[in-house]
Structures are given as structure tokens and as C-alpha cells.
């Protein structure tokens, strides 16, 4: 996808993240982000938010919120406010880890 530094397909179930973010040290970032959508993606293969919130320093807020303005539908807000959140937490892999197993199934 251009201009995208990652993306989650759920019809084929895909995380794509781009060379170019890990070039520019984001790589990890990125494919937390992608990977909480695969993990909103389930069970129905349609996003749907997890539930999750994070305390957020007032200036990390700010960021979040006019990157969701200028460059997200306002649907999506949640969504990606989930992903963005998680992103930068320490217990980011565990988190994921619970809530893949807690949503989602194996491909058949």
C-alpha cells in the first residue's frame, strides 16, 4: 500500500510491514500496530475494537489524536487509537499474546 509504513488484510489474514520502517527504526512499532488489528480482525474478520485503554502522556495523546485527524476516518478512530496506545507499552507482546489467544482461532 503506498504511503503506508504497515497494513493488516484480514481476508488473507496478512501483516505487511514495509522495509522503509525498519530503516527508519519503527519497524517494531509498526508491526505491533498491524498486529493489533489482526488481532481486532477476529473472530469475525472484521475489525472491532478490544477494549483496551492506556494511560498516555498528555504530549503522546496529543500526537495520537492529530494523526487520527488528519489521516483517519473518523470510523476508525478507535481502532486505531487501540493500535497507536499499544504500540509504545512495554508489555506490548503480552498483551497481544492474551488477546490473540483470548479472540482469535486458527486458519482452517
Known sequence: MAQAY?????ASRTLWVAPIAFDLGIGRQTFLHEAVHAVQSCPSGRLTPIGWTFELKPVVRQQIGGILTTSYHHASRVLEQEAFGLQGQADAVARLSVALKARCRPAP
Open 6 to 10: 504497515g497494513q493488516y488484510v484480514p
